[in-house]
């Protein structure tokens, strides 16, 4: 099951910039996403916020993808550590959304807002955290 995810997500990420340079030719898809990405607007801040989590998820699965396909016993330490960098750096961003969209600075009243996603992700990598340390289908799985 997380196989098929982490391969849903991996073609899910790489199919937007084909379908860019599909709709607007390769050299137009460059310019517009280093115009979408550079800059000091409200909205570059957060569409820069919004992808780095997009590309730290991305990173994990297919780094899980191919470690999975290749039953590298690797796996058993990179991907729990993958997902908790993933954890860490979008838990980081949604504070950094939150610190564009107000201007004077984060406060507690923010936190309410945040905390049931960060609580959902947290609860998620440490419940895939323990299954790759402590159950014995991906150790058996990995080491052949």
């Known amino acids: 099951m997380i196989f098929w995810c982490a391969c849903g997500i991996t073609a899910t990420q790489l199919a937007w910039p084909f379908t860019l340079i599909a709709t607007i030719g390769p050299s137009a898809t460059v310019s517009a996403v280093v115009d979408a990405l550079s800059g000091p607007s409200v909205q570059t801040q957060i569409l820069r916020y919004g992808v780095i989590p997009q590309v730290a998820l991305f990173v994990w699965a297919a780094s899980y993808v191919v470690l999975t396909v290749t039953r590298s016993a690797k796996a058993l ?16 961003c949604q504070f950094g959304i939150r610190a564009v969209l107000t201007p004077d600075g984060l406060s507690v009243e923010t936190l309410p807002a945040l905390l049931p996603s960060m609580l959902a992700q ?3 990598a440490v419940a895939f955290w323990a299954y790759f340390k402590q159950a014995d289908a991906p150790r058996a799985f990995f080491t052949r």
């Open 77 to 92: 330490t990179f991907a729990p550590i993958l997902m908790a960098l993933w954890v860490g750096i979008s838990i980081y």
């Open 122 to 124: 947290v609860v998620g």
